[in-house]
Structures are given as structure tokens and as C-alpha cells.
């Protein structure tokens, strides 16, 4: 009966050391805080009623994963409560580590493939190849409502940044003997300057660069454009093996190339 009842109490203390090193561990060690990781846990509980409570960044997290997954659709602006949040995501680590394992995705693929003199990987421009970061900087990272008399004036500068992982995939398939084509929602007459800046950026080298008629597609949306010129780059015999962009506008509709890779971009949203 003794012996039993120590076998009970070695349970117990066993138990209670397991639920202590749990804990531990989800709360994060000592070294993982030197290392600037801390860890917060949030109870699945109501956000109304008794001991429930609003958690910005989680709710803001929730959006951006619901715009990603296209479950969000057809918003106009960022809710006001996430500039934060959504200034930290592009502005930080996270950002650049999701357009990597995107963009490496892409490259893993691509490299299996067999390249022919007309095998082609179409790239939007905007927040794909080009960053627009610094515009959007100055206008809440999307809080605001789209201007187009703004917007126009930063690109005619043409001094948007490329994304660097961007331009590491448009490498790695020009090295594999992929010819590169630009299709963009940008107008016919910001084709020299888009020209210009896809240069400068480290982009020297593609087959088209296909901007926007905007009397052809007026009242379109950038699906049905895309989709057309995507229709047309097949019937001239090249051969759509990949397909990158931002928007699911890039990536939906027709024609759409043999696989399509979604960068991540919660400041806007094209139809």
C-alpha cells in the first residue's frame, strides 16, 4: 500500500514538471529573449462579453492573411487601425522572408524544366519587380485612398527600388535561358520611364515589356488585360512556364502560364 502510494506521488511530481517545461517552453527560454524573441500567448476566448478584450495586431494579422488568400476582396484602403502593423510587416523581416521562399519556389520549379527557345516567365511590375515602398511610405502604407495624380508622379521619377529576391528569381531564369516578359497595368506613356527604372533596378535584359492601352482596355478590368496579352504572347508561339505578381488580378483569368507564384502585398487591392 506504501509502495503505492509513491508511485502515486512520482506521477504527480512528473506531471507537474512536464506542465512547468510546457510552459516554459511556449513563454520562450531565457536565450531566446537574448536574442530579441519573446513569445505572447492569446486565449481563445470571446473578444465581447465577460473577459473578452480587442487585440489590434492579431485582428490585423487575421486581415492581411485573409487579403493573401483572397477571402478579402474589392477593399479600397487598409483599415486605419492596421497602418501600424502593416508599416512594420513591409518594412521589416517578414516581408523580405516571404517574397524569398515565394520567389525560391519559384526558381526550384523553373530549374526541372526543360527551356526552349521560346519558354517565358511573365512578371508584373509593381511590388514585383519594382518596390513603391517609398510612395507608400509617405501615404500610410495604403490607409489612404489611392491617388492616382500622386502615384503617377513618383513613378515618372523612375526611382523605384527592385525587390531584391525579385531580382535574384529574374536572374536565375535568365541564366537558364528563360526569356523575361513585363506585364504591367501601367499606361503606354510610362512605358520610357518604366523602361528606365527596370534598368537602373538591375532588370537589363527582357523579350517584351508590355504596358497598359488604356482606349483598348478602358472599362476593363486587369484580369481580362492580362489575360489578353498573356493570349497573345501564346499565339505568337512562346510557351507562359511561370507566372509572378502581386495582385491575384496577375495571376487569375486565362492564359495564366503553367504555374503562378503570389508575392505578398497587403497595401492595395486590383480587380
Known sequence: MQK??????????????????????CHGSDHDHDHGHTYQIFPLRMKTGHGGHY???VSCQSWRLGVEA??????????????????????????????????QQAYFYAKTLNITAKTAW?????????????????????????????FNKWVDLGEAPALPESLKLYKKLL???IKIVFITG????????????????????????????????HGKTAVTYKSTERKKLEEKG??????????????????TGDRTFKLPDPMYYIS
Open 55 to 57: 487585440i489590434p495586431e
Open 122 to 150: 511573365v512578371f508584373d511590375i509593381d511590388e514585383t519587380t519594382l518596390s513603391n515602398l517609398p510612395y507608400y511610405a509617405d501615404h500610410g502604407f495604403g490607409v489612404e485612398l489611392y491617388n492616382e495624380t500622386s
Open 175 to 177: 541564366s537558364l535561358g
Open 238 to 255: 512562346y510557351k507562359i512556364i511561370g507566372n509572378i505578381g502581386d495582385q491575384w488580378s496577375d495571376l487569375l483569368g486565362t492564359n
Open 4 to 25: 503505492l502510494v509513491v508511485v502515486k506521488k512520482m506521477k504527480v511530481l512528473v506531471f507537474f514538471v512536464a506542465i512547468v517545461l510546457a510552459a516554459w517552453h
Open 70 to 103: 483572397h477571402n478579402v476582396i474589392d477593399w479600397k484602403t487598409v483599415p486605419q487601425d492596421c497602418e501600424g502593423y502593416i508599416g512594420n510587416y513591409m518594412l521589416g523581416e517578414q516581408y523580405r522572408s516571404d517574397s524569398k521562399i515565394v520567389n
Open 186 to 217: 501601367r499606361p503606354l506613356d510610362q512605358k520610357a520611364v518604366t523602361a528606365t527604372n527596370l534598368k537602373l533596378a538591375g532588370y537589363h535584359t527582357w523579350e517584351k515589356l508590355i504596358t497598359k492601352n488604356t482606349s483598348e482596355y
